[in-house]
């Protein structure tokens, strides 16, 4: 028998610090992802000046509004793209993906106070406990201070939380730490 899981606390589960959001068009219904790509000039250590290719379009369940990509810099494009990356993996249950996007002492923290593990987190989207079907990214705006970024946003999650469907809405912030060449959701 599966024990009941308190109204409160259900909300907050779905409404986890890694949150995304999805916009609705002025009927209510569910837009479908922008299609968009921001290219960013970066330069190596060498001294070679490279492009680098950004391509949001191809997160099929994640729609980012309210931002200008063109007026983003390279490390800004990077932590929005890691961020509509994995908000795509949590709709995908790529757990794979997820891992390598958020480092492994990740604890998720739910609006309710409970936490979880990172391994504890990613099993209840696995088993489908959590099933999110679309989120994105509204409104960004992101902080890059070197090797450190956080990135705050309204999130509104279409989700299947433990049974219960609905969207949800919250504004938050992540936390990312640049490791090697890739940016690495971390605790704020």
Avoid at 9 to 30: F, M, P, W, Y
Avoid at 122 to 127: I, N, P, Q, S
């Amino acid at each position: 028998m599966k024990k009941a899981i308190p109204l409160t606390a259900l909300l907050a589960a779905v409404l986890t610090l890694n949150a995304c959001n999805i916009q609705n068009d002025k009927t209510g219904s569910e837009s479908p992802a922008q299609s968009i790509g921001a290219t960013a000039t970066a330069e190596d250590e060498g001294g070679y000046s490279g492009t680098m290719e950004y391509d949001f379009k191809q997160f099929s369940n994640v729609n980012i509004a309210g931002v200008d990509l063109s007026s983003l810099n390279e490390e800004e494009l990077a932590v929005l793209y890691a961020q509509a990356r994995y908000c795509q993996a949590m709709t995908d249950a790529d757990i794979d993906t997820m891992r390598e996007l958020v480092s492994e002492d990740m604890v998720f923290t739910h609006m309710s106070g409970r936490q979880q593990t990172r391994e504890e987190y990613f099993a209840d989207v696995a088993d489908g406990s959590l099933n999110y079907f679309t989120i994105g990214i509204a409104d960004p705006v992101i902080r890059v201070d070197g090797d450190k970024a956080q990135i705050t946003y309204t999130s509104v999650l279409n989700a299947n939380a433990y049974g219960a469907r609905g969207t949800y809405q919250i504004k938050g912030t992540h936390h990312y730490e640049k490791r090697g060449n890739a940016w690495i959701a971390v605790n704020g």
